[in-house]
């Protein structure tokens, strides 16, 4: 018995050794220092990015999301016609005044056509009601 456990004994001593080796062979393969110091470098490349990205963000969204930009942009697409078509161009905006008044007058029609139509439902509601 004493034996076989000397022997049982000699033969785990025998793995460990040479698992301590290829840990060893590993461990200067791996070069864990320099791994580190890679990770870090890349963990503040990868901070800059972020913040560069977020900024671009933010620049792009501050010019695309303003509304006087827009208004700005359609005066001076206004009198870069203006400039080029002359007098014609200038007339347009006019006529299209023009159409802009008169589109509240077939409201006003329409709404007069709801208010009849409001006081025969109403007509009917009290029949039924009686």
Same mark, same amino acid.
Not at 1 to 12: C, D, F, K, P, Y
Not at 40 to 47: A, G, L, P, V
């Given at each position: 018995?004493? $034996?076989?456990?000397?022997? !049982?004994?000699?033969?785990?001593v025998?793995?460990?050794?040479?698992?301590?080796?290829? &840990? +060893?062979?590993?461990?200067? $393969?791996?070069?864990?220092? =320099?791994? #580190?110091?890679?990770m870090?470098?890349?963990? +503040?490349?990868?901070?800059k990015?972020?913040? &560069? =990205? =977020?900024?671009?963000?933010?620049a @792009? /969204?501050? #010019? *695309?999301?303003?509304?006087?930009?827009?208004?700005?942009?359609?005066? /001076? @697409?206004?009198?870069?016609?203006? !400039?080029?078509?002359?007098?014609?161009?200038?007339?347009?905006?006019?006529?299209v005044?023009? /159409?802009?008044?008169?589109?509240? !007058?077939v409201?006003?029609? /329409?709404?007069?056509?709801?208010?009849e139509?409001? =006081?025969? *439902?109403?007509?009917? *509601?009290? +029949? @039924?009601?009686?």
């Open positions: 018995m004493h $034996l076989g456990e000397s022997v !049982a004994i000699a033969r785990t025998g793995h460990l050794s040479k698992s301590a080796e290829v &840990m +060893k062979l590993v461990n200067n $393969l791996m070069k864990a220092p =320099e791994v #580190a110091i890679t870090q470098e890349f963990s +503040k490349e990868m901070t990015a972020g913040v &560069m =990205e =977020e900024m671009v963000n933010d @792009v /969204e501050s #010019a *695309l999301d303003s509304e006087d930009m827009e208004e700005e942009i359609e005066e /001076e @697409v206004d009198k870069v016609l203006t !400039a080029i078509a002359g007098e014609t161009t200038a007339q347009l905006p006019q006529a005044r023009k /159409e802009k008044l008169k589109q509240p !007058a409201e006003d029609v /329409e709404g007069a056509d709801d208010e139509d409001l =006081e025969e *439902l109403r007509a009917r *509601l009290a +029949k @039924v009601r009686s």
